[in-house]
């Protein structure tokens, strides 16, 4: 490599080229002599005088295409990392800033150094879009993600945007629930409820890392990704803090790029924080609606459910039913066995009423041992027999401490409407509670209508 006079390319370049030109139109006479010219005619001034000229002057006509050639390929690549440049910094600001790839890359029209520079500028520049789109694509994703605190919601927006961003065709969520998978959402997968269990899925949850499944033609899938052949799938977990929250299983028809893990990668923190933030919400939202021994609505709860309900009965004209329930000599058995089998006995009783209720009626702990259950749709016929049934089952069970059976009895009231005139929901409260004070006095164990 030759040594650099000054700190500028091309001024290093005319100094080189006018001293190789000197030294040629000073050396061009002697080589005169070696083919034979007369001495006087060749080691003259003029001669010299014309040979250093003409050396001097092809110098600069080479100087002058290099600079015009070269220096144009130069200046124009200058320009685009220029507006590459400026647009990484705008990036910093403006997030939906993109790079125009198509003014911003550069023509490759020689095989050379000069061409193969270009080639890789073209490259940097690809590389850059992908990774600018990429970020975008991540934010966007966040963001998404983020605005959701209900789960259902988030896993089906998140796994479809997952499908888009990736490019896949089918995929499922499943959200890990006291350490099994449950699917949460699903597209274009026959039967996503068979993968829960599969294998695979279960060895990448405990992996911990992104899984990349090649599916050769040979290979069948049938009766789980039914719409397509798949060709590559993708098994991504999902964890917050070291926890498993979830996986997401892709499929593709063809390759998945040779950098989707480490972009699935980018996406998998921002998602595993918003899942937890979901979760945790519906827990909270289950803490506030639910009984903590039962796992039933509180009462506050279904007071509002029994408003709610009141109001569609005024509004349709139709039937509304509400029983309060009431466990037999509870002090009694909490002061003679303790309140851990009183409350063995609590939890006895909230099944055996479930196992007589039909999906959409409500139960409610409504104090201590009492219990409220409304039937939405119910007429006090229908209210009677439901509450004959429920009776007679909890009549017929029994809980076991220390060998022995022990058996509970309960007494219930009963009001309907429109059986009976009401001017408000609470109108059904003190009619069903009256009744059930009735069933008290006589005798228990019975169903007292309003």
């Known amino acids: 490599m030759l040594p650099r006079i000054s700190k500028k390319l091309f001024v290093d370049l005319a100094l080189w080229m006018l001293g190789f030109g000197f030294l040629m139109g000073f050396s061009f006479p002697y080589f005169m002599l070696t083919l034979g010219f007369d001495k006087t005619q060749v080691l003259t001034l003029e001669f010299y005088s014309a040979t250093l000229i003409a050396g001097i002057?092809?110098?600069?006509?080479?100087?002058?295409?290099?600079?015009?050639?070269?220096?144009?390929?130069?200046?124009?690549?200058?320009?685009?990392?220029?507006?590459?440049?400026?647009?990484?910094?705008?990036?910093a600001v403006h997030e939906e800033l993109r790079l125009d790839v198509a003014t911003l890359k550069l023509t490759v029209d020689s095989d050379d150094d000069v061409g193969e520079a270009a080639r890789s500028f073209n490259e940097l520049v690809d590389s850059l879009s992908r990774s600018?789109?990429?970020?975008?694509?991540?934010?966007?994703?966040?963001?998404?993600?983020?605005?959701?605190?209900?789960?259902?919601?988030?896993?089906?927006?998140?796994?479809?945007?997952?499908?888009?961003?990736?490019?896949?065709?089918?995929?499922?969520?499943?959200?890990?629930?006291?350490?099994?998978?449950?699917?949460?959402?699903?597209?274009?997968?026959?039967?996503?409820?068979?993968?829960?269990?599969?294998?695979?899925v279960l060895n990448g949850l405990i992996q911990g890392r992104i899984q990349r499944i090649h599916l050769p033609d040979d290979i069948q899938v049938a009766g789980v990704l039914t719409e397509f052949r798949p060709r590559e799938a993708l098994l991504v977990?999902?964890?917050?803090?070291?926890?498993?929250?979830?996986?997401?299983?892709?499929?593709?028809?063809?390759?998945?790029?040779?950098?989707m893990e480490p972009v699935l990668e980018r996406y998998a923190p921002g998602l595993g924080l918003a899942l937890r933030n979901a979760l945790s919400h519906e827990r909270l939202q289950r803490l506030?609606?639910?009984?903590?021994?039962?796992?039933?609505?509180?009462?506050?709860?279904?007071?509002?459910?029994?408003?709610?309900?009141y109001s569609r009965v005024?509004?349709?004209?139709?039937?509304?039913?509400?029983?309060?329930?009431?466990?037999?000599?509870?002090?009694?058995?909490?002061?003679?066995?303790?309140h851990m089998v009183g409350d063995k006995a609590i939890v006895n009783v909230v099944r055996c009423i479930k196992d007589n209720l039909r999906e959409g009626d409500v139960l409610v702990r409504y104090g201590g041992e009492e219990f409220l259950i409304i039937l939405p749709g119910a007429s006090l016929e229908d209210g009677q027999q439901v509450g004959e049934r429920i009776r007679r089952t909890i009549d017929d069970s029994f809980i076991i401490e220390n060998e022995q059976q022990i058996r509970q009895t309960v007494s219930l009231g009963l009001s309907a409407c429109p059986d009976q005139r009401l001017e408000c929901s609470d109108d059904l409260i003190r009619l069903?509670?009256?009744?059930?004070?009735i069933a008290k006095d006589n005798g228990k164990n019975r169903l007292i209508t309003a």
Do not use: C, W
């Open 432 to 437: 069903a509670d009256e009744a059930l004070y």
């Open 314 to 338: 005024v509004r349709d004209n139709s039937s509304l039913a509400v029983m309060m329930l009431d466990i037999d000599d509870f002090k009694v058995l909490n002061d003679t066995y303790g």
């Open 288 to 309: 506030a609606v639910l009984d903590p021994l039962t796992n039933v609505y509180n009462r506050r709860f279904g007071l509002g459910r029994l408003e709610e309900e």
């Open 237 to 259: 977990p999902i964890f917050f803090k070291g926890v498993s929250e979830a996986m997401v299983i892709l499929a593709s028809q063809n390759e998945y790029a040779q950098d």
């Open 57 to 91: 002057i092809v110098a600069l006509i080479n100087y002058a295409l290099v600079r015009s050639i070269i220096g144009q390929r130069l200046a124009l690549q200058t320009e685009r990392m220029r507006s590459v440049s400026a647009v990484i910094k705008q990036q």
């Open 132 to 200: 600018n789109q990429v970020g975008q694509d991540i934010s966007r994703f966040t963001k998404m993600v983020s605005a959701h605190l209900d789960v259902e919601a988030l896993t089906k927006q998140a796994l479809q945007q997952l499908l888009e961003d990736s490019g896949s065709l089918a995929g499922a969520f499943y959200v890990v629930h006291d350490g099994q998978m449950m699917l949460m959402a699903s597209k274009g997968i026959h039967d996503p409820v068979r993968l829960e269990q599969n294998d695979l």
